[in-house]
């Protein structure tokens, strides 16, 4: 093989010279295919000949290779014949000569003569040569030391090789030449003139060795000489290759063969270990230094000690020879492969270099073909296994050869488990040497185990595989499936024979959701793109799904799951485990059905449904075991079961629902919903502590499955422009969504279910039906009786807006489609849908829903797992809005359930049980000890000992070592909340609680007990009921955490709270113990206590009243001033600039300046409240009082100055109130300091005041004496009254008060005599006097107003539309009082029979409602509600003129509308309760009980008075209209049923158009009056509207016979009719009485029937349960029943009983010939009798207009006895003696006559069962023509019927 290239020179030293000569000695070349080659500078050795080498030279070679006679001699020799190295050799020589095919054309002669030197001059004579430079001398030197080497192979010279050695180390350059490696390779070679007996000394070699290696280390390119030496001592004696000092320099060599050998602990041959490395061809050199010379020569004298681990440098050798060497070693290869010997003389070292060799893709497929037999060969087992191991971890190229080494690996078959073991690790290297070999293998091992010649070691395979990939191999795996059913063939029950062989093989080791998850990837290939059965092949994928889930249950899951069936908890985790598998599978199954098998195929939609039922177990059972009958019937069930009781994941819910609204998927909206509420269900119902059933996090599950239920109208309509259609969804799926989701929400209450109770009302309504489990509407948690009303009436306008909305919009569809009118009866659509808006106001659930709610709760726990929920807590939520006084017995059975783990529940759970417990016994009490049952009592103490273990754990909570922060405030904060509760109840229940909590404490000690805290002692024993707060509460080890939230919740409490007594605990307890340390809370504690001083007037003056003053008052007053005393001290010290306030609350706040310099910045209600607190007088022995005097009220000095925050005007800090307050206090000081600076006026005013003690009164007419002294004149106008002031000042002498001569004689100056003066005194407070007269005017005189004047500028200026709130108009007071002044003197006239009145009154309400009227009108209602001091007088005298003149009908219109028109304005949500509004309201009401209607039942009264006299029909229109509206506005339905009827009566005549609004408005309200009158039930006003119709039809006869119901009810019969169906379906059950009369009551008098009957008797039949009909038999069939019934109703309706539909479902249309009567209704003899009864009175009834009729009549009936009777000759019997016995009474009467015909009829239709013919019937005159008869009535007949068998009866 000629490859001309030019090798490149190597080293410059190394520069070849040519030589022909032989090499002297015995030096022989050996080697196959000559010995040239391509190599590097190593001179003309690896170069290739020149062109003219004469052709003797290649013979000459030829011969010089074959020639030594010692070769073939040994090959020869018996002894060795059978030795593999020598025959080797010799076969590999005769090779070389036989193919003459070489690498290069000629080996080259050796071109060196060596010159031989003893070795002790071996270093000189190199050293020397080199100095010369003479390169050939040293080539030849060295060529002669190689040549004593080869002549002492066995015992070589020590200096020489340790000489060698040392020039390797210090100068490997010198070795590097053509002839030195030609000379060592012969040193390498097998030299056949020596016979060794065993390998020999393998010192030279290894000397030649590591000489080449430190020759060629740095070299990347090496000759290929090397290659063939290695192959030859290879396939030889390996005395060098195996040699570990080799090891190196044949690594280098492998480097060629790119083979990853495998390590030394796979390789399994017992010769010397080499530790060869895990090469490959590419792997990265590690540079290192070569041997050191010491450890060298030691390893040549000690071989066997020396440890091999220095390595050189390893790195590819060849990669420019690749080729070349490839061919060259596959050549030998096959040379030696195909030689012929027999199969088993291969030898031991062919298949070590087979296993060195393996990187060659050829060795591999030439290897692995003879691999099995090799492995069966005893002798070759061992290096046989290494080289099974090489093939596989070489067949990394997934080339079609490698492909084809997998597919013959596959085949081996193997049987001892050792070579099994062995096999299977060397699959797994097979695996990991290329990633596609995994799925290759499997392919494999899978179709050979569905072939014919099955390889046995199959399964194992596959075993090894899975454990080795346990992702990946499960996915191919799944890919042959795909492929198998791909096919033409039906490989199915194949694929699942061999799946379920390959799991039982695999000891179920395979990941299941892998492998499912493989069978459901979409494949691109071609063969998938155009394969014929799509459908097919989505089909049995599903199949597959279902049997992989199934095939998961191993036999631990099987006990798992048995255990659990049974209660027991063992192996749970394999049993999770399995539960969770199976949830991935169907989520990944879900998806793949959704994404994936639309782009695979279009199924048809049955399909599609099926695959995905399949995979959820949702389909029949035996679509899983139809194919194979696998699994096995005894577990079939069991199975089934446990793939189906899963948790369900998220996202196969979510893709449920998204396929469900897809258009594009086969499954509908209502499947989807189905699907999804049955797997929400069956997941839910499989809850457990340890798995999670049910995870959902997005919030958008709630939108999607609400999406499922919407309604969309068809596409193909056009809906008017414009027009938009409501949001509609169809009911069924509607009230299948808020239970779905209710499951949900229960299972995620941290995310849909938050959601679901801030956003959705529906479905918060719903979850508290679960918890509370109360299933009424509105739910039970709304307590407060308005909103239920409200929540109820917006229920029902929302249905009827509903039913409008639907109405329409379905008109709009038919108007685009069949053009038909829809009305309510003929629509489709109004059943069917509802309006969708889930997060409107909740609708009412139909009955179905709340049952299957309850349901759902009574299985799966949901109110119980809402109720646990914390984050959110739903159920903290529902208690905190419940009020406390409303039962909670649903929170009662959730404590009481709660199994003894009360720490599950929130700690408010826990308090309100107790305060419901605590309630619970306050209403029983001990009086019922008595009568009660074991059980009864059983149940209390089972309720006293829970009680006791709940106070148990709350006091622990509080006290126990445990109690921390939270859980304190937490309880504490439950009651102390309440305490300032609007409702007594609530208040006493949580003083109690907290006592019952708390009181424990005390005695916890019992030192404690008998000592109590100094500091609080002399208050515990006043306030002894209190002992919980002042005593216990401070001891709780937590005390300082809840201080704070305790301090404020009784600030709160004392506004709320009306017990004097308690009131004082907290005070004393806020003194004691309100933390102040902030200003804030400082400010709040000073600010509410004064509120209650100065705002609650009545708790102080009881407490600190003169006549019930006690120590507890003491104690509280102390307590108050100590709380001040503290706060103004704080404040005085303040600094100025300080803010001690916010902003905000700056316009109540005052500056305080006192003439010491002190200021301080406050409350002007505290102020107020000190003062007050001052005027009480001083406790017993407390410096506080003395102090805040000083402070407030210095002696000797001026008080301190107020200015205003806000504006820093000065403000009045004692205003006329106040200082009243301080005149009547008994402390001189204040009563000083209140007389200072007085106007007259207010001294005036003081005066008239009462209360005021003696020495206060004298100080004050002192004053006022001073006061006329100083300036009569404007003391003298100000005084209104003389004569009663001077009454006044002589009366307060009376008492004693001293001083005011002065102004006595002023005021008796200009008065006349003493007995005039008490006259008109009198005359001027008499009652008929105005209010406002009697009063003293303290202001100047009021002006007169004239007919000139402008009332409306006066009206605007009195309540100014834009005021500026920071100025006061001082003249308003004068003109409002001139304003009240002329209207009440208006009013006096009127008063006094005066009817020439000034106008002024009418005038102003004409300005009044003209303003109203105007733009402004909102603007000056608001300004007369902020100045109601002024528009209140008004109004009243406005109404009181109103009430004078009530002639002045249109001064009282005017004055109505102008008060609507104002309290429109008020009643607006923004503007706040006022008196102005409340005065309104109170007039309104009072008008409308004169003028329209005071109550429900006056309207009523004045209905009947305008119907009895036939007034006009717009008085009627407006009474009716009036009683609408204030039923309307919630007013109580009081009115006798009598007159209510007598209204509707005379309503109906006229025909009213408010009768249905009425009758609605009615029924509605009488609610809650059917309580007190039962007849005011809806269903007895109707019932008895229509009787009365029916009783005074005959009076009424003369109008006309046919239409008397006519003229009396008209079209409001039918109204009525409705009604009554609407309320009472079942038309009798509701007032039987009432009713029963409605349906059966008969007037003898030849009454027309009413023409509603026949209609409610065929809803009676048709509507009823079958116990109202069996009462209605009955009741008509009764012997001894009061009334009588009308006949025809009475038979009309038994017949029909007969016929109902609902009997004969189900049966058979056509009637057969031969069909036997059935009898349905079956009737004792007396009943029958009473039917007889009813026949006759019905034929007597005709019998009055012909006989004929009567006769036609009973005929007619007789079917109906006969099929009652059913054939029973003893009932027949005791029929016929009554109808005898009735004609043996009655003879020839009409009554007679018709039991006669009776009787007779009866005989035709049975003679058999009449035995003789009754002697009655012999004598009559026989029957008559119309009359129909089985037989012909004579005698012979007669005797042959006795014997005839029963006929069907037949007409």
Not at 289 to 308: G, Y
Not at 1030 to 1035: G, M
Not at 1732 to 1761: D, F, G, H, K, W
Request: include cysteine; glycine fraction near 4%.
């Amino acid at each position: 093989m000629n490859r001309p290239k030019a090798a490149a020179v190597r080293r410059p030293g190394a520069v070849p010279k040519p030589s022909a000569h032989p090499p002297p000695g015995d030096f022989i070349a050996l080697g196959s295919k000559g010995q040239g080659g391509e190599g590097k500078a190593a001179g003309s050795l690896l170069k290739p000949a020149p062109a003219g080498l004469p052709s003797e030279r290649k013979r000459d070679a030829a011969a010089a290779l074959a020639g030594p006679p010692g070769l073939g001699g040994l090959a020869k020799r018996p002894k060795l014949a059978s030795t593999p190295p020598l025959s080797a050799l010799g076969r590999l020589a005769e090779a070389a000569v036989a193919e003459k095919r070489a690498i290069s054309p000629s080996i080259k002669e050796p071109s060196v003569i060596p010159i031989e030197v003893g070795p002790t001059v071996l270093l000189e004579e190199i050293e020397a040569a080199e100095a010369e430079g003479n390169d050939d001398r040293i080539e030849g030197v060295l060529c002669g030391a190689v040549k004593q080497l080869k002549m002492n192979r066995a015992k070589p010279d020590t200096t020489l090789y340790l000489s060698l050695m040392y020039l390797a180390k210090i100068k490997p350059n010198i070795f590097a030449t053509e002839g030195v490696i030609e000379a060592l390779c012969s040193l390498l070679r097998r030299d056949a003139s020596i016979n060794f007996k065993a390998k020999g000394n393998s010192l030279v070699s290894v000397l030649a060795c590591n000489l080449l290696m430190a020759a060629y280390e740095e070299d990347e390119n090496w000759p290929e000489i090397f290659v063939k030496v290695y192959i030859e001592d290879s396939l030889g004696e390996r005395i060098w290759v195996d040699s570990p000092h080799c090891k190196t320099f044949v690594d280098n060599i492998q480097t060629a063969f790119n083979t990853k050998m495998p390590p030394k602990s796979m390789l399994l041959h017992g010769e010397v270990g080499r530790s060869s490395g895990d090469l490959s061809a590419g792997s990265s050199p590690h540079p290192s230094m070569t041997e050191e010379e010491d450890s060298q020569s030691e390893l040549l004298i000690a071989e066997e000690k020396m440890s091999p681990e220095q390595e050189g440098q390893l790195m590819p050798r060849y990669d420019d020879l690749a080729e070349s060497v490839e061919e060259y070693v596959l050549d030998m290869l096959r040379d030696q492969l195909n030689r012929r010997q027999p199969m088993d003389n291969v030898s031991r070292n062919l298949l070590r270099l087979l296993t060195a060799t393996c990187g060659y893709k050829e060795v591999r497929q030439m290897a692995v073909q003879r691999l099995e037999m090799w492995l069966q060969n005893p002798k070759l087992t061992k290096p046989a296994q290494d080289l099974l191991m090489s093939v596989c971890m070489n067949c990394n190229t997934h080339s079609s050869e490698d492909m084809e080494v997998i597919s013959n690996l596959i085949k081996i078959r193997l049987k001892p488990k050792v070579l099994l073991n062995h096999y299977m690790l060397c699959v797994r290297e097979l695996l990991n040497a290329h990633r596609d070999n995994l799925g290759t293998t499997i392919k494999f091992v899978i179709f050979n185990e569905l072939s014919n010649a099955r390889n046995p070691n199959n399964m194992q395979i596959l075993y090894t595989v899975l454990q080795h990939s346990s992702e990946q191999a499960p996915k191919y795996l799944a890919m042959v499936f795909q492929d198998l059913l791909t096919t033409k063939d039906d490989y199915l029950r194949a694929s699942r024979a061999l799946l379920r062989e390959i799991i039982k093989q695999t000891k179920h080791e395979i990941n299941f959701q892998a492998f499912c998850l493989g069978l459901m990837q979409e494949r691109k290939e071609a063969q998938y793109a155009e394969m014929e059965f799509k459908e097919r092949f989505v089909i049995h994928i599903t199949d597959l799904l279902a049997v992989s889930m199934m095939l998961g249950i191993t036999a631990q899951v099987k006990e798992a799951g048995i255990a659990w069936d049974k209660g027991e908890k063992k192996n749970l985790e394999v049993l999770r485990s399995f539960q969770n598998q199976i949830a991935a599978i169907q989520r990944d199954a879900v998806w793949w059905l959704h994404t994936v098998v639309p782009s695979i195929s279009k199924l048809a939609p049955k399909d599609y449904v099926h695959c995905l039922h399949k995979v959820l177990f949702t389909e029949q059972p035996e679509t899983y075991y139809k194919w194979d009958n696998w699994p096995p019937e005894s577990d079939r069930n069991f199975f089934l079961r446990l793939c189906s009781e899963v948790p369900i994941l998220e996202d196969t819910l979510m893709r449920i629902l998204v396929i469900g609204l897809s258009r594009d998927l086969p499954l509908g909206p209502a499947d989807a919903m189905e699907l999804a509420d049955h797997l929400v269900k069956r997941a839910a119902a499989v809850q457990a502590d340890d798995v999670e059933v049910l995870r959902v996090e997005r919030i958008q599950l709630i939108d999607a499955v609400l999406n499922l239920c919407t309604y969309h109208h068809p596409e193909n309509i056009q809906l008017p422009p414009g027009y938009q259609p409501p949001n509609l969804a169809i009911s069924t799926l509607y009230w299948k969504a808020w239970p779905l989701l209710l499951v949900v929400a229960a299972f995620n209450p941290e995310n849909i279910g938050l959601a679901a109770w801030e956003e959705y009302p529906s479905l918060k309504m719903l979850m508290e039906m679960v918890m509370t489990n109360n299933y009424s509407y509105p739910q039970c948690t709304l307590t407060d009786e308005e909103t239920r009303t409200e929540m109820i009436n917006r229920e029902l306008q929302i249905s009827q807006r509903e039913k409008q909305e639907i109405l329409a919009f379905e008109g709009h569809l038919a108007a685009a489609s069949t053009k038909q009118t829809i009305t309510e009866s003929s629509s489709l659509l109004l059943s069917q849908l509802t309006s969708l808006d889930p997060q409107g106001p909740p609708r009412r659930p139909p009955p179905h829903v709340l049952e299957q709610v309850k349901s759902l709760n009574q299985s799966l726990r949901l109110g119980h797992l809402l109720c646990r929920s914390r984050h959110p807590d739903f159920l903290l939520n529902i208690i905190q809005r419940q009020a406390s006084s409303q039962s909670m017995p649903w929170l009662a059975d959730l404590v009481q359930s709660s199994e003894g783990s009360l720490d599950v529940l929130p700690v408010q759970c826990l308090c309100e049980f107790l305060l419901h417990d605590a309630a619970d016994e306050s209403t029983s009490g001990e009086e019922e000890e008595e009568g009660e049952s074991k059980e009864q009592r059983a149940k209390k103490r089972q309720r006293q000992q829970k009680q006791r273990q709940l106070l148990g754990r709350l006091q622990d909570l509080l006290l126990g070592p445990k109690a921390d922060e939270q859980t304190t405030c937490e309880v504490l904060d439950y009651f102390l909340r309440r305490l300032s509760s609007s409702q007594v109840a609530s208040r006493v229940l949580a003083m109690k609680g907290l006592s019952l909590v708390l009181s424990e404490g005390g005695l916890r000690d019992g030192e404690e007990k008998d000592h109590p805290m100094e500091e609080d002692s002399g208050d515990s024993e006043l306030l002894q009921g209190y002992q919980w707060l002042l005593r216990d509460l401070p001891r709780l080890p937590l005390f300082d955490s809840v201080r704070a939230t305790t301090a404020l919740a009784l600030q709160q409490a004392i506004h709320m709270e009306t017990d004097p007594q308690t009131i004082s605990a907290y005070l004393v307890y806020l003194s004691q113990h309100a933390p102040v340390e902030e200003q804030g809370q400082h400010n709040d504690l000073a600010l509410d206590v004064a509120r209650l001083i100065v705002e609650r007037s009545t708790i102080m003056s009881h407490l600190f009243s003169k006549l019930s003053y006690c120590a507890e008052s003491d104690a509280v007053l102390v307590a108050l001033l100590s709380i001040f005393s503290r706060y103004i001290k704080r404040m005085r010290q303040s600094k100025e600039g300080e803010e001690v306030y916010s902003w905000s609350e700056s316009q109540d706040q005052v500056f305080l300046r006192w003439t010491s310099g002190e200021t301080a910045t406050m409350h002007i209600l505290v102020v107020h409240a000190m003062v007050i607190l001052l005027t009480l007088g001083p406790p017993q022995g407390d410096g506080d009082f003395y102090t805040l005097l000083d402070i407030w009220f210095p002696e000797k000095k001026p008080l301190p100055t107020a200015f205003l925050v806000d504006t820093s005007e000065e403000a009045l800090l004692l205003p006329d109130w106040l200082k009243l307050r301080m005149i009547r206090s008994e402390v001189p000081r204040l009563v000083d300091a209140a007389l200072q600076d007085l106007e007259p006026q207010q001294l005036l005013l003081f005066v008239q005041s009462f209360g005021i003690p003696v020495s206060s009164m004298s100080k004050l007419l002192q004053y006022l004496d001073q006061a006329v002294s100083h300036d009569p004149q404007t003391l003298e106008q100000n005084i209104m009254d003389k004569n009663y002031m001077a009454h006044l000042v002589e009366v307060q002498h009376e008492r004693g008060a001293t001083g005011g001569q002065t102004f006595h004689s002023l005021l008796t100056a200009s008065l006349p005599a003493r007995r005039d003066s008490a006259e008109t005194a009198r005359s001027k407070s008499s009652p008929e006097n105005n209010q406002g007269q009697s009063r003293i005017r303290t202001l100047s005189q009021v002006r007169v107003l004239g007919p000139e004047d402008d009332l409306a500028g006066i009206f605007l200026q009195l309540f100014p539309l834009n005021p500026d709130p920071r100025w006061q108009n001082s003249n308003l007071r004068p003109l409002a009082l001139a304003l009240q002044q002329a209207l009440g003197q208006e009013l006096a006239r009127i008063r006094q029979g005066n009817t020439q009145v000034t106008g002024i009154t009418a005038r102003l309400l004409q300005a009044v409602a003209a303003l109203i009227n105007s733009p402004h009108s909102g603007a000056l209602v608001m300004a007369m509600h902020r100045n109601h001091f002024i528009s209140c007088p008004l109004m009243r005298q406005l109404y009181q003129y109103q009430r004078c003149m009530p002639q002045d009908t249109a001064f009282s219109s005017l004055f109505f509308k102008v008060l609507m028109q104002m309290l429109q304005w008020l009643e607006n949500p923004a503007v706040e309760d006022g008196p102005l509004r409340a005065q309104l309201k109170a007039f309104a009401v009072q008008y409308s009980s004169r003028h329209r209607i005071s109550d429900v039942r006056g309207g009523f009264l004045h209905l009947t008075e305008a119907l009895t006299f036939r007034r006009d029909p717009d008085l009627i229109s407006s009474t009716v209209r009036a009683i609408i509206a204030t039923l309307k506005s919630g007013e109580k339905c009081n009115v006798e049923p009598e007159l209510i009827s007598k209204a509707l009566q005379g309503l109906i005549e006229t025909h009213s158009p408010y009768l249905e609004e009425l009758l609605t408005v009615l029924f509605s309200a009488t609610v809650e009056t059917t309580a007190r009158f039962p007849a005011m039930k809806p269903i007895a006003v109707v019932s008895s509207l229509l009787l009365q119709d029916k009783e005074e039809t005959p009076v009424k006869k003369e109008l006309d016979s046919c239409s008397t119901e006519a003229a009396w009810l008209g079209p409001s019969s039918g109204l009525l009719n409705d009604w009554l169906e609407m309320l009472d379906p079942e038309v009798i059950s509701s007032c039987p009485d009432l009713q029963q009369k409605l349906l059966f009551s008969w007037n003898k008098a030849g009454s027309q029937v009413p023409s509603f009957r026949p209609y409610l008797l065929a809803l009676l039949t048709h509507q009823s349960s079958w116990t109202t009909l069996h009462q209605c038999i009955r009741l008509l069939l009764c012997r001894n029943r009061e009334q009588r019934f009308d006949p025809t109703a009475s038979l009309d309706f038994l017949w029909a009983c007969i016929h109902i539909p609902r009997i004969w479902q189900g049966r058979d249309q056509r009637t057969p010939q031969k069909r036997r009567e059935e009898f349905v209704l079956h009737l004792k003899a007396s009943e029958l009798i009473s039917m007889v009864e009813l026949i006759l009175a019905e034929a007597e009834t005709r019998y009055q207009n012909t006989e004929e009729a009567s006769c036609t009549l009973i005929q007619s009936r007789l079917p109906l006895l006969l099929s009652c009777s059913h054939g029973d000759l003893e009932s027949i019997k005791k029929v016929t003696e009554y109808l005898t016995s009735c004609i043996q009474q009655w003879g020839s009467s009409s009554v007679g006559k018709c039991c006669q015909d009776l009787l007779l009829q009866m005989y035709l239709q049975l003679p058999e069962q009449l035995v003789s013919m009754p002697e009655v019937l012999l004598s009559s005159e026989g029957a008559r023509d119309s009359s129909t008869c089985k037989t012909p009535v004579t005698p012979s007949r007669q005797k042959a019927a006795c014997g005839m068998p029963t006929w069907p009866a037949g007409s």
